[in-house]
């Protein structure tokens, strides 16, 4: 189902369909990152206008497209300048995820502790991501940070869920390094 309407919306759809017909999560998240990098240079495919306005105090959710047939969700982020995500998880589904406009700091996260209710993450390094560019996430290793490191320019990516991501853990620094969880219901943002 075709949630917002542009330019070359068919295009994707069927590339992103033909991509996610394999066995294996490793196998989907592979074909879907080659294939959302070549979809970010295509010149037939133009996202709307509306992802490319930020939300002052958040960055905005705009779901594109929910595919009936196999599941899966493209969702639109908008990153306005040091806009960003504490380290949160993407409740256990698979995601692809496409630098479209602009650049995103990107660190991964490992969980090396629980206890009780606490949990403790080692950073795996942080990357900056340029247009054009993709990476996916497989169960466990789900925890990252995203953060668009502009002091004035907008960034924005596109997401391809396994299902509707409605939901996530995200998790609050406490003190000597550890983190409280917390569930976060995630809501879309208005299109004009």
């Not at 196998?27 to 295509?42: A, S």
């Not at 949160?88 to 009780?116: F, K, R, S």
């Not at 620094?173 to 299109?191: A, C, M, V």
Request: aromatic share 8%; charged share 25%.
């Amino acid at each position: 189902m075709l949630t917002l309407p542009f330019p070359g919306a068919q295009r994707l759809v069927d590339a992103l369909d033909a991509a996610i017909c394999r066995d294996c999560p490793t196998e989907i998240t592979d074909q879907l990152r080659h294939t959302l990098c070549r979809l970010i240079r295509d010149p037939e495919v133009k996202l709307p206008e509306c992802v490319f306005e930020p939300v002052g105090d958040h960055y905005a959710r705009r779901e594109l497209y929910r595919s009936d047939d196999h599941g899966y969700s493209v969702i639109a982020m908008t990153w306005g300048p040091g806009q960003g995500t504490p380290i949160h998880d993407h409740a256990g589904m698979w995601c692809v995820e496409g630098v479209w406009y602009g650049q995103l700091e990107i660190t991964p996260y490992e969980m090396t502790g629980q206890n009780d209710e606490r949990y403790r993450f080692e950073s795996r390094g942080t990357m900056i991501a340029g247009a054009g560019s993709a990476g996916s996430l497989i169960p466990p290793h789900e925890y990252h940070t995203i953060m668009n490191p502009s002091d004035d320019d907008v960034a924005v990516s596109l997401h391809i869920y396994r299902g509707p991501m409605t939901s996530c853990s995200v998790f609050r620094p406490l003190e000597d390094r550890w983190y409280q969880r917390d569930k976060r219901q995630l809501s879309l943002d208005h299109t004009h």
